[in-house]
């Protein structure tokens, strides 16, 4: 599990904005880019390679989110 001061300091490699940790804890979700980076054994792979897109409709019912960027 990502800590808070960890996650603020991650941005998306493609938009450069900030990453918003998904509600089952598993992904990062760039909600600008619409990808998700996946996290394993802890560590964030934010690479393009390794992302996946997410449909525009989906991304709320993805990542639950609230305003301060932490899954609820």
């Not at 996290?39 to 993805?62: F, N, T, W, Y």
């Given at each position: 599990m990502?800590d808070?001061k960890?996650?603020?300091?991650?941005?998306?490699?493609?938009?450069?904005?900030?990453?918003?940790?998904?509600?089952?804890?598993?992904?990062?979700?760039?909600?600008?880019?619409?990808?998700?980076?996946?996290?394993?054994?802890?560590?964030?792979?934010?690479?393009?390679?390794?992302?996946?897109?997410?449909?525009?409709?989906?991304?709320?019912?993805?990542?639950?989110?609230?305003?301060?960027?932490?899954?609820?």
């Amino acid at each position: 599990m990502l800590d808070v001061k960890t996650l603020e300091m991650l941005v998306c490699p493609l938009t450069k904005t900030r990453l918003s940790l998904s509600a089952d804890g598993r992904e990062l979700v760039s909600v600008a880019a619409h990808l998700a980076f996946p996290i394993r054994r802890g560590v964030p792979m934010l690479s393009l390679d390794e992302a996946r897109e997410i449909d525009p409709d989906d991304m709320e019912k993805l990542h639950g989110l609230g305003n301060d960027g932490l899954a609820r």
